[in-house]
């Protein structure tokens, strides 16, 4: 059986950006085709990339929101490809405006069950949350790195909060070690 580690995949890279200035988003959703703007549902506009497919939450702050990319390389060229929109509309933008990696959400499969039960206690309840009535997963806050990690019944488990994409290795190196020392691997 191949490691837990080699299961990783990333589900959402989420970053940060901004362009220094404000922005008209009425305007903008006009001048940008397929973007859309409905400031009573959402005060932002949203612009999607297909290729690679994200989502660009753009404020009117000038701040820039992606969501959805799959990699730290796909939340760099969609924002290179609204970047360019904008210049294309004359909105002056930075040559490499800073890009901040919020969040990284990544999946796994430990390979066995969890007795989430024994988990819970063996974890320590300080860094657990586990109400199966309200939620099936076990939340686990883990220190080092800082990630949360959501523990399910079938070994399949959810990283979020990672900055760098090996924080999520690293996390599933951890958690099995420790799963392993409680002997809840079996």
């Known amino acids: 059986m191949s490691a837990p580690a080699d299961s990783i995949e990333i589900q959402n890279v989420v970053a940060s950006t901004g362009i220094g200035q404000e922005l008209d988003l009425e305007a903008l959703a006009d001048d940008l085709p397929g973007a859309d703007f409905n400031p009573d549902n959402f005060p932002g506009l949203v612009y999607r990339t297909q290729d690679p497919k994200a989502a660009a939450l753009i404020f009117r702050s000038g701040k820039i929101v992606c969501t959805g990319a799959k990699s730290i390389d796909d939340v760099h060229e969609a924002l290179g490809i609204i970047f360019d929109k904008l210049r294309g509309l004359s909105i002056p933008v930075d040559e490499a405006p800073e890009i901040?990696?919020?969040?990284?959400?990544?999946?796994?499969?430990?390979?066995?069950?969890?007795?989430?039960?024994?988990?819970?206690?063996?974890?320590?309840?300080?860094?657990?949350?586990?109400?199966?009535?309200?939620?099936?997963?076990?939340?686990?806050?883990?220190?080092?790195?800082?990630?949360?990690?959501?523990?399910?019944?079938?070994?399949?488990?959810?990283?979020?909060?990672?900055?760098?994409?090996?924080?999520?290795?690293?996390?599933?190196?951890?958690?099995?070690?420790?799963?392993?020392?409680?002997?809840?691997?079996?």
């Open 100 to 186: 901040t990696v919020q969040n990284i959400v990544s999946s796994a499969d430990l390979g066995h069950n969890l007795n989430l039960n024994a988990l819970a206690i063996g974890l320590g309840l300080e860094d657990v949350e586990y109400e199966p009535e309200q939620f099936p997963g076990l939340v686990y806050r883990m220190d080092e790195p800082k990630v949360v990690i959501l523990l399910f019944g079938s070994g399949k488990i959810v990283i979020t909060g990672g900055k760098r994409t090996d924080d999520a290795e690293t996390a599933v190196e951890e958690i099995v070690k420790r799963i392993d020392n409680l002997g809840l691997l079996d």
